[in-house]
């Protein structure tokens, strides 16, 4: 029986992005001015926020790889077959699947669109060792360029649709904010607290952004000694008062 290594799975109709077509491609015209100033010819991002940047694809890994390849006309997103066709619904142009079926078929995916013996820019403070070796033994590149540095650089400058979200998340934690302020009281637990500014802050972005992926939206509230490290996570402490309260 054969068994494909990759396929494309176009199931459904494109969803919408955080952001514009138009705001990606932007985007990708930075990436491609950055790829011919250093003499690259295509790119494999692999990390959730390189990713998400150029394609509006956040991907969730648990234990697969994922990446983007980017080329002078090209943008595809490789994915894990466990996702489905959720990946090209959410990413600004193509995607490719890749199966468990063989091991390696990510960088054969890769390899697909790549081709061998280019110029290849990776993001040297997100490939692991591991990955990196598979990257040079399946791609073949004639030079790796570590581009993780001048993305970081383009991300920097943030357009107008960018600020206007980040003046939105804001606005989602004054939501939170106030509801976190209402449920504290003597008695009341770290966790109750949390669960009140959570809910309050999820039940209004599902109002502003009806289109999103909803995910990751958290409250870390301490209390008492619990605030003597800024990541600790939330408890079922009591409050007491004349706690010292840290909120996050």
């Not at 150029?54 to 390849?69: D, N, P």
């Not at 980040?166 to 509801?179: C, M, S």
Request: with cysteine; proline share 2%; aromatic share 10%.
């Amino acid at each position: 029986m054969s068994r494909p290594q990759f396929y494309e799975n176009h199931n459904g109709e494109k969803a919408a992005l955080q952001f514009s077509i138009a705001e990606y491609d932007e985007r990708l015209m930075g990436l491609r001015a950055i790829m011919d100033a250093n003499g690259v010819s295509v790119v494999v991002l692999t990390s959730m926020h390189n990713i998400a940047y150029y394609s509006g694809f956040l991907y969730c890994a648990f234990g697969r790889a994922y990446g983007l390849v980017v080329s002078a006309d090209r943008s595809v997103v490789i994915s894990a077959g466990i996702d489905a066709g959720q990946p090209w619904r959410r990413c600004a142009h193509e995607a490719l699947t890749y199966t468990d079926w063989e091991r390696g078929n990510y960088w054969r995916a890769i390899k697909h669109i790549t081709g061998e013996g280019r110029v290849v820019g990776y993001e040297g403070d997100h490939l692991t060792l591991t990955q990196r070796d598979q990257m040079e033994d399946v791609l073949n590149p004639v030079v790796s360029v570590d581009i993780a540095p001048a993305t970081m650089r383009q991300r920097l400058f943030k357009s107008d649709a960018e600020r206007a979200l980040i003046r939105a998340g804001a606005a989602t934690a004054d939501v939170g904010g106030y509801a976190i302020r209402d449920a504290v009281g003597v008695g009341a637990r770290e966790i109750d607290v949390a669960m009140a500014g959570r809910n309050a802050m999820e039940l209004h972005i599902a109002r502003e952004f009806p289109d999103a992926e909803y995910r990751d939206t958290w409250v870390w509230f301490q209390s008492g000694l619990n605030t003597d490290g800024a990541h600790n996570p939330v408890t079922a402490r009591a409050l007491r008062r004349g706690d010292i309260l840290a909120l996050n």
